[in-house]
């Protein structure tokens, strides 16, 4: 049975060229012997060599994608020239390009490139963010240049093979060292490793295949998003050079504050504020929630100054879910500063109806204080 050499780097069967290159250097830093002395990471090293040699050799791997294996045949080990025999590909992995050969292994890279992924960020309201919305955002990006259609060049002219590195991308300088002749590569600089130049550039893009401009996109936002949350949006970044395939653009939220509510992941905090009477007795008072409109909160008769409310489901909807957080209402009893006589009179008498009623100071251990000494002890002992 063929051997799955994309699963081994990683890398989906349409990888380029470049991203099979990056795969397999980030597990030879990894896997080297070198590096790594654990015997099955020296074998997983070997592996990943194979692969490499396999999926970089356009003839190998047309032979897997046509569902073969071009080294069932070989010896143990799968591979002949990038194991722990052949130095090239492990220099340029962790050299960057280093090698002890006569001529560069690596490939030029071309002129086509995928784009960069960009970055927006947009304000929204915490409405905003409750109920999702489609924000129109103006883009600075790099576009696709409509003259020459990403070719770079001026009418029909075409690309030509780079004088300097002659087509290969590197140049190469040799240097003495203890290791003996170590031979460096390095990127072509007339082609900057594409290995062609464009004699007759295009006018507008100068060659590069892309050119800078302002356009408008509608960003679908999801409700729930919360601040620092990013809403991608794919193909919809920096056109790469050479007309290459856009990069993302990711829209980062900043939630603005709100003047009622406090966010708390998917719950709201507010403060409702509840005369002494009302609390003692009992009362409902109308809460504006964010999704619901004005409800009806009740407030229990007896109830005591720093008591939480709790309305289920009234709070911010999860994202990409159906269910919603809650809204907590803190209760603040509000105790009248001012009196007149009659007020004055009335309490009076409500006191000597409750005769029994003194003010105390509650011991640490008691059952109504302990949880505000815990909270003074805590924050004392530097907790």
Known sequence: MARDYYGILGVGRSATDQEIKRAYR?????????????????????????????????????V???????LASSAAG???????????????????????????????????QPGADSLLRTRLSLAECA??????????????????????????????????????????????????????????????????????????????????ARREIAAPIPAGVANGM????????????GGGPAGDLYVEIVEQPHDTFVRDGDDLHCTVRVPMVDA????????????????????????????????RGHGMPKLRSTSRGDLLAHLDIVVPAKLDAKQVDLLRKYKALRNGERSEVLTAGSEHNSGLFARLRASFSGR
């Open 78 to 112: 799968g591979f002949t020239g990038a194991g722990f025999g052949g130095l090239g590909d492990v220099f340029e992995a962790f050299f960057g390009g280093m090698n002890t050969g006569g001529s560069p292994r690596g490939k030029p890279r071309g002129r086509v």
């Open 230 to 241: 990013r809403v991608r949006l794919a193909a919809q970044g920096e056109v790469g050079p």
């Open 280 to 311: 003692a007795l009992g009362t409902t008072v109308v809460v504006d929630t964010i999704l619901d409109g004005p409800t009806e909160l009740t407030i229990p008769p007896g109830t005591q100054p720093g008591e939480v409310s709790v309305l």
């Open 26 to 62: 980030r597990l030879a830093r990894e896997l080297h012997p070198d590096v790594n002395p654990d015997p099955d990471a020296q074998e997983k090293f070997r592996d990943v060599s194979a692969a490499y040699e396999v999926l970089s050799d356009p003839e190998k791997r047309r």
């Open 131 to 212: 109920v999702g919305v489609t924000k129109h955002l103006t883009v600075d990006t790099a576009v696709l240049c409509d003259v020459c259609q990403g070719a770079g060049t001026n009418g029909n002219s075409k690309p030509v093979r780079c004088e300097t590195c002659g087509g290969a991308g590197e140049v190469q300088t040799v240097q003495r060292s203890f290791l003996g002749q170590v031979m460096t590569s390095r990127p072509c600089p007339t082609c900057r490793g594409a290995g062609e130049t464009i004699p007759d550039p295009c006018r507008k893009c100068g060659g590069d295949g892309r050119v800078r």
């Open 64 to 70: 897997v994608d046509m569902g073969g294996d071009p």
